[in-house]
């Protein structure tokens, strides 16, 4: 598959964004806290100073990837086969079998639902494969559409 593929729609960069920033914010209160505790019990200030340096660089590095991430992340469904595209420089292309889908679920974290997204799981006898977030609309369309080939290709 190449990029003609369906993008994702623009304001999963926004549920991606606030995302990283709840994952940093976390770790950073933890080595806050490793500070304090350095500070009480004397342990080494390095662990809380390694901590907090490491999630702001981690949180600048995926900041910075989210463009480059919704630019390269595609899906396209086939009667045949479901294609997942992903990166650029690392490019993993999936093909997921219809007749091997076994089952496709809506999921809607806190996230998601403020921005009217879902995510759509694409389950396997053997693994899961995700579309990060689609509208409620689209979403409703893929699960149909899929389930209804997967049921066509196991009745012939």
Known sequence: MNETGHALPPNIKFVWRADIFIWSFNFFVVGLLLLIASHFWHWPSWLGFGVIGLTVLQYIIRRALVPYRYRFLRYNITP?????????????????????IQNVTLEQGPLLRWQQLQQVNIETASTAHVIDGVTAAVADQLRTRILTLAQEARDE
């Not at 990166?87 to 091997?100: D, Q, S």
């Open 80 to 100: 045949t086969a479901v294609f997942l595209q992903k990166g650029f420089f690392f490019r993993k292309n999936e093909a997921i079998p219809i007749a091997r």
